[in-house]
């Protein structure tokens, strides 16, 4: 089976722009979970959705935003990118029922310039 | 606020040599205690779910342990292929399930 899946693997931005970033979970996976690690850093927790509803945020700026889709794929958005915003995104996924573990994916790596 | 410190940062070993990582935890309510391994470029790959201290698991040359305030990962005669990063995590009470990581420990195993 598919695991998470990622796109782009690979971004380039410059300050102010704005970014999408996609995901598509393990399949019957209903809740995606969105990080950012910053080099040298563990992974931190951005937003998490389930069955389409946003049940966590970390935190993260207003700037930040995600949606889940009925398929349960998930976009992260970034606006008014700054540099500190260039890291490895990452997605998880996971069953949603209680406490199961969470997979990841390869993660996109956006870079601003 | 929950927290993940990790130890040590850093840690080299000749293959065959046995040792431990730490993963010292402050939480409201310990939902489950989570490690990764992480390869350069690459995302997170699950390990082990601890949920009650007390509790042990293992596979291959890993095993995972938990007390109530830390948990340690036990490397038992790595393999040069066993050298990555290594996240814990844990999950709180609450309604979110968005896990706190500590930053990691990077381990590398000499042949």
């Known amino acids: 089976d598919a695991g998470v899946t990622q796109s782009p693997t690979h971004l380039i931005k410059t300050r102010g722009q704005q970014v999408t970033l996609r995901c598509s979970p393990i399949s019957g996976h209903k809740s995606v979970s969105w990080y950012q690690q910053v080099l040298g850093q563990g992974p931190q927790f951005i937003f998490q959705y389930y069955e389409k509803e946003e049940r966590g945020r970390g935190n993260f700026p207003d700037r930040f935003s995600a949606r889940q889709f009925p398929n349960y794929s998930s976009e992260l958005n970034v606006n008014a990118l700054l540099l500190g915003d260039s890291a490895l995104y990452l997605c998880a996924s996971s069953s949603g029922t209680a406490d199961q573990p969470q997979h990841f994916g390869d993660g996109t790596r956006l870079s601003i310039l | 606020e929950d927290q993940v410190t990790q130890s040590p940062e850093a840690l080299r070993l000749q293959e065959g040599e046995s040792s431990s990582l730490n993963c010292s935890y402050t939480?409201?309510?310990?939902?489950?205690l989570f490690w990764y391994r992480q390869d350069p470029g690459k995302g997170p790959e699950f390990l082990f779910t601890l949920y009650s201290a007390g509790e042990e698991k293992e596979k291959e040359r890993l095993k995972a342990t938990l007390t109530k305030k830390e948990s340690f990962l036990h490397i038992t005669a790595p393999k040069p292929e066993d050298s990555a990063t290594y996240l814990c995590?844990?999950?709180?009470?609450?309604?979110?399930?968005?896990?706190?990581f500590g930053k990691g420990t990077h381990l590398i195993i000499q042949p």
């Open positions: 939480v409201s309510g310990l939902r489950g």
């Open positions: 995590a844990v999950r709180s009470g609450g309604g979110a399930d968005g896990l706190t």
